[in-house]
């Protein structure tokens, strides 16, 4: 999936920020499935069930059905056509969850081989929480990261200034 580019400093940011927002002692219902994030928060005490593949624009069962007190979307939204309506549809009063930000140097990323690894959505934070409050979430605490690479040129060094990615925890409203 990362190709030898596991992103130690992404998954390092999440868990500082999901640690600050939820205790182990809450049960986390984390929307796609089991990934290599997923096992870390497993390894570090969270109680983590996952998703299991459907396509959440269009079924919520998974969802709906979930007794868990916490929901986690960690790089989701971005490949949903309608994240306002699986947002909608969550039970548990608390949620963490990370984007990849639009870049106006970059075009939104497209796999043109995995068609499940596409995203319809690259947001600005102003949209996401924008989003987040219409679907019922009031935004509490929020992050901000770069993602720089180690490539030469332009977007390479402009990826050193500007943010890549935002995460949110939020509370039902």
């Not at 400093?9 to 499935?33: A, M």
């Not at 919520?60 to 309506?85: G, Q, W, Y």
Request: aromatic share 16%; proline share 4%.
């Amino acid at each position: 999936m990362y190709e030898g580019k596991y992103p130690h400093k992404r998954y390092r940011i999440t868990l500082d920020f999901l640690k600050k927002h939820v205790s182990t002692d809450e049960s986390i219902l984390d929307l796609g499935v089991e990934n290599p994030f997923s096992e870390i928060m497993k390894k570090e005490g969270f109680q983590v069930e996952n998703t299991q593949g459907e396509d959440l624009d269009l079924s919520f069962d998974e969802v709906r059905n979930s007794n868990a007190k916490v929901v986690t979307a960690f790089e989701i939204f971005e490949h949903l056509v309608a994240p306002f309506n699986v947002l909608r549809e969550i039970k548990a009063d608390k949620i963490v969850v990370s984007i990849p930000m639009r870049l106006w140097f970059s075009s939104a990323y497209r796999s043109k081989t995995d068609p499940w690894d596409r995203h319809y959505h690259e947001f600005e934070d102003w949209q996401f929480d924008w989003l987040l409050e219409k679907a019922g979430w009031k935004i509490i605490d929020t992050v901000k990261w770069t993602n720089p690479t180690k490539k030469i040129g332009f977007r390479p060094i402009l990826r050193y200034f500007t943010n890549r990615y935002y995460m949110v925890y939020a509370e039902r409203s």
